[in-house]
């Protein structure tokens, strides 16, 4: 079923309109969007022409523009070449098309150029960059000029709609009357016959378009299969780098937690440390009182007490078991007895010599009423109270 009779069926008969003939065109550079270029004309009179843009959607055709055959002001061809397919068409503004073969763009061409002739005899459209025999009227000669009719103009119009057949057509028209046995007259037997190759070819042609969808709509689940499963891939590798990174993320995870427990413990020795550096710190100072102490005066006692508390300190430091056998505590634990060994010394033999000087030393003597008389040590004992903290350290550090 041919495209001209399908859209004189669905789109022009229901409004009383003919079709007198179609294009398949597509916009210049944008070949994908195709659409028709129709001629039609209304069927009551007065007659009006009109070129309308036809364009399929959802196998159904719908009327997207139109143009009053008086609205066309130039036809352009383009090029005087016949296998050109592109033509302009001057309305309200220029519309470049292409069409679908050569062989439409100049049957419309033509037609065209037709009907502007017929209808029109002044201010005709301008057709240029045409060939020239499109545009030639056929001589009136003597043996076939005639007088106008309503009759004729009506075979005309028909003659108009009437399109050449191929040279395949002709061919399968020649074979088929050729396989007839029966008369020419026999015009019921003969249109029997035609109805029946009809239905066969319209079968076969329904066979073949089906065939052609089968073949395209397998190409396009192809095409589909392949796309699935270059997504199917992509999607593979999504999901390896995914792994990847939850991985690289757990192992993120655990690392972090190693690096709170190690900060945490680093933490806990550090202050450890501190502390036991704190307890087993000997000031300077008081190294100096240690090793040389000078008993001559109260300042100096003084001094010699400060330090032997702290040697007393640190030498009895709350220090845990498992740390003690360290060597670095070792060893300060050896330097604070050498410290404490030799101010014991240092006192002990100030304490001798005090004892020795203060035991010959008499006093002063009380005498009562009786004639009895005591000796007096207050003196001395003021003098040896200010070495009661060391003589207890001197204890403590003897047990």
């Known amino acids: 079923m041919s495209i001209t009779y399908t859209l004189q069926q669905e789109l022009f008969l229901p409004n ?5 003939i179609s ?3 597509s916009k210049f550079l944008k070949k994908k969007k195709c659409s028709y270029l129709c001629i039609v ?4 009179p007065p007659i009006q022409l009109s070129i309308v843009q036809v364009k399929q959607t959802d196998k159904t055709f719908k009327r997207k523009r139109i143009w009053q055959l008086e609205e066309l002001r130039a036809v352009d061809g383009k090029n005087e070449e016949e296998h050109v397919v592109e033509f302009d068409l001057q309305l309200d503004k220029v519309y470049r098309w292409v069409a679908s073969n050569a062989r439409e763009r100049k049957l419309f061409i033509q037609h065209l150029w037709k009907q502007c002739n017929k209808y029109f005899s002044a201010e005709k459209p301008v057709f240029k960059k045409i060939p020239k025999s499109w545009t030639i009227e056929d001589v009136m000669t003597p043996e076939n000029t005639y ?6 103009d009506l075979e005309s119009n028909i003659i108009e709609d009437i399109q050449p057949i191929t040279e395949k057509e002709q061919e399968d028209l020649n074979k088929l009357m050729s396989d007839c046995e029966f008369a020419i007259s026999n015009a019921e037997a003969f249109m029997q016959v035609l109805d029946r190759d009809l239905s066969l070819l319209d079968g076969e042609n329904v066979q073949c378009v089906l065939a052609s969808e089968v073949e395209t709509l397998m190409e396009q689940l192809e095409m589909a299969i392949e796309e699935v499963t270059k997504i199917e891939t992509r999607l593979d590798a999504y999901d390896e780098i995914l792994c990847h990174v939850r991985n690289s993320m757990e192992n993120m995870e655990k690392k972090n937690s190693m690096i709170g427990i190690a900060n945490r413990n680093n933490i806990l020795l550090l202050k ?6 704190n307890q087993l710190d000997l000031p300077k100072r008081h190294q100096t009182t240690l090793e040389n102490p000078d008993f001559s005066s109260p300042e100096n006692i003084k001094l010699a ?3 032997s508390k702290a040697l007393k300190d640190a030498l009895n430091a709350d220090i845990e078991p498992a740390l003690l056998d360290k060597a670095a505590i070792q060893e300060q634990k050896k330097y604070f007895l ?3 060994d030799r101010f014991s010394y240092s006192l002990n033999r100030q304490l001798n010599n005090l004892f020795i000087h203060y035991g010959n030393h008499k006093g002063e003597t009380i005498r009562n009423g009786d004639g009895f008389s ?3 040590h207050n003196a001395i004992h003021k003098e040896l109270q200010g070495y009661t903290e060391l003589m207890h350290w001197t204890k403590v550090s003897i047990i």
Do not use: D, F, Q, R
């Open 305 to 307: 007490i400060e330090a």
């Open 16 to 20: 009383k309109e003919k079709l007198h």
């Open 23 to 25: 294009c398949s065109v």
């Open 147 to 152: 007088v106008s009719s309503p009759l004729m």
């Open 338 to 340: 050498k410290y404490k």
């Open 272 to 277: 450890k440390l501190e502390n036991i550096v």
């Open 41 to 44: 004309s209304t069927t009551n």
């Open 374 to 376: 005591l000796p007096h």
